[in-house]
Structure formats: C-alpha cells, structure tokens
C-alpha cells in the first residue's frame, strides 16, 4: 500500500510531488479563492450532464480529499471550500493543478458560500460536524452546522443557478431496527447528529424542482484508507489498536452495521453527478452493499483473522437505545448500477499495512480524530468566525 499522509502520497493516486494528470506541475503555491489557474474557466475535459466544475464542501477531510483526486483524474474542475480546521494534508499536494483550487471560508457564512459556489455546475456537501462524540460536545454548535449552514448551501446553489446537488447523509438516520431497512423505511435516529442529518435531508429535498436537483446519499460507516486518515472510525481504530497494542475491546458484539469503504463512497458521488437527471432528482439512495452488513462483532473476528495474537475483549451489551441496523442497497444497484468495489478485507489490510510500515507514526495523534481536535479548539470554534467545512468528513 502507498499511503503517507506526512508525504502526500495517497493509495489511490499519484504521490504528493506535484505531478496532475494534465501533466501540470505544482509550484506549491496554495489557491485562494482566485479564478488565477483557470480551474472555472477551462472546466472539464469530459463534461457529463453539463457538469464541468465541481464545488466540494468539506473537500480537504477524509472522503473529501479522495473524491477531489477522482474528480480531477476525470476532468472536472474543482473547488474545495474549507477551513481547513485539520490542516491541508489530504489536498496539500493538488495546489497549482490547473483544474483546482480552495476557498477558506465559514459555512455560517453566506458571503463565504457565495464566493465558493459562483461558476459550480455542481455543488457536493460533505461538510458537517460528524460523529456521535464531536457533535455531543456542543448541541447548539452542531445544530448552526449540520442543520443551519446545510439550508445556507442549498439556498445559495439554487440560487447561483447550480444544476446538481449531492448531500452526504448516513445510515444512521434509520436508528435501532432488527429489521431490513430501505429507503422507505421509517427513521429513528438516536443521535444528535444522525438526527440533523434527517432534518437537513428535508430541508434539501423539499429545493427539489425542475432547474435544481438534489440527491442525498446515506452512507454506511466508513473505512479505509485516506490522504487525510482517520482513526475515530470504529474499523480503523480496531485495526490499528490490534496492530499498535495487540487487544481491542468491544462493547456489546450484536450491533449490525453496514460498512462501506471511503473510496466507494466517493465513486458513489461521481455516479449521482453522472446520472441521467430523472434517474436521481429529488432521490434517496443508501450507499454500501448488503454483503458488507456487518455485528461489531463479526468485524473483530475478521480483524483477529488479520491480526495473528490480537486479544479481543468483550464488555457489556447493547443498549436499548444504541444504533443497530442493517441495511438494503438494492435501489442504488438497480437504479444506478453502483456496486462497491473495495472489500473490507481490503480496507482492513490497508489500515494494518500503515500502521505495521510506519505510514502512520501514531495513529492516536489528535489530527486523526474529529473528537480531539473539536475538545481542544471548541471554545475557538465557538468564538470565531470561521470553521471548517470539513469537520469530519
């Protein structure tokens, strides 16, 4: 695996040297906010729906950064809009591709949402306060994020003519249910942030008309490798514990999720921005693939399995108000034909190969975990005037 985030390099692209697949060189000079490389006015090389430059909201965090890769590596012109709350990591090695560039800016802001939006055919938010620890910190804060600046975004793309909007959405919003769940099936989030999640899921679909389509995508739980990591996800976090300390701890076992690898999820985007419009207008699709629902359980054996002497510890059980569901992704395969790619045995590879190499030095670092970084900057947060779009995602 060729996964370095103090390099650049990433393990699904080219390495951190600056090198594009224009065969542009970067000079290492940061973009900011100026039309000066021509991302908006050259667009795409291959425009699809007439969509030939992307905004990416949140586009430097952990499924931002490997959409933007595969947004470029097929033409599109991009914008990044985010504050960069972790660092520029996951995007640091784009600056001075000719096809990209980066808006810091305050989702609170409709000035900064402006600015980032004018000349997007398209607008894709990940931006959000994500995770059910981050989010518990400060309820108001997270309601100003999540629910507040995703009606901010909606407005301002519909307004500025945008053609197509993805929102990134989660499972989660289905809650505890022993059941099959489907799109049509009724939401019982049990967390402050699947709960906004659900409520802004409303609020982007009811933009839906003739000129304007949005379509939400509700995400399994991600894994994987990333050029800006994470290890605040249940996967990666085990893996590396089973690797780093030899023991992982799980609390209950029985708990079903789907899982879906990060690059999938950003293959997941492309296809809503390629599709016909009728196929997704106004749509919800879950995005994951049956056979990758999961019991917290079942991922320890398979990390057991990959981890020869990891010691696997069992505490307490499932509360009745914990999230548990398992989910059908029969829309989104028949519909649009997405199917997943990436196994979780190979996510669970990538993840132990860099911590086994060293790609990742310590992956209790606080840039790695949303949680960390917003208990230590969340009074900054809450006085400022700016924070990243990428909170998370």
């Excluded at 909201?57 to 959409?67: R, T």
């Excluded at 090695?93 to 990209?100: A, K, S």
């Excluded at 893996?239 to 879906?260: K, L, N, Y």
């Excluded at 296809?271 to 997704?280: G, I, T």
Aim: overall charge neutral; hydrophobic content about 40%; glycine content about 12%.
């Amino acid at each position: 695996m060729d996964w370095n985030p103090e390099n650049g390099s990433h393990p699904n692209g080219s390495k951190g040297n600056g090198s594009h697949p224009d065969g542009a060189k970067s000079n290492g000079a940061k973009s900011n906010g100026s039309k000066a490389n021509g991302a908006r006015r050259n667009g795409s090389r291959r425009p699809r729906q007439g969509i030939r430059h992307v905004l990416v909201i949140g586009g430097a965090g952990y499924v931002g950064s490997v959409l933007v890769r595969k947004l470029l590596d097929r033409g599109y012109g991009v914008t990044v809009m985010d504050a960069l709350m972790y660092g520029d990591h996951g995007i640091r090695d784009l600056h001075g591709h000719p096809r990209f560039e980066v808006v810091e800016g305050d989702l609170r802001s409709v000035e900064s949402v402006v600015r980032a939006t004018l000349g997007a055919d398209a607008v894709v938010h990940l931006g959000a306060l994500v995770g059910d620890p981050a989010c518990a910190l400060d309820e108001k804060l997270t309601m100003e994020i999540n629910l507040g600046a995703t009606r901010t975004v909606v407005e301002v793309a519909r307004g500025l003519a945008v053609k197509r909007l993805v929102f990134a959405s989660t499972c989660g919003v289905y809650g505890a249910d022993d059941g099959l769940l489907s799109e049509e099936s009724p939401l019982n989030p049990v967390s402050l942030y699947s709960r906004t999640k659900m409520e802004s899921e409303r609020v982007v679909l009811a933009m839906s008309g003739p000129e304007f389509l949005p379509v939400v995508l509700r995400f399994g739980t991600f894994y994987g490798a990333s050029p800006r990591p994470r290890f605040d996800l249940v996967v990666n976090l085990l893996v590396a514990r089973a690797v780093a300390e030899g023991e992982i701890t799980i609390f209950g076992g029985d708990q079903w999720r789907p899982f879906v690898h990060v690059d999938d999820g950003a293959e997941a985007i492309i296809r809503c921005l390629d599709a016909p419009p009728d196929l997704v207008r106004g749509r919800v699709f879950n995005v994951g693939s049956d056979d990758q629902n999961h019991t917290l359980g079942q991922i320890a054996n398979h990390i057991a399995e990959l981890v020869p002497g990891v010691r696997v510890l069992y505490e307490g059980g499932r509360g009745a108000a914990e999230a548990n569901y398992r989910v059908s992704f029969a829309r989104i395969r028949t519909q649009l034909g997405f199917v997943p790619h990436r196994s979780l045995a190979e996510g669970l590879t990538e993840i132990r190969d860099a911590i086994e190499q060293g790609a990742v030095a310590d992956y209790a670092e606080e840039r790695y975990s949303n949680y960390k970084v917003l208990t230590r900057k969340g009074d900054m947060l809450r006085r400022s005037d700016s924070l990243s779009a990428s909170v998370g995602r």
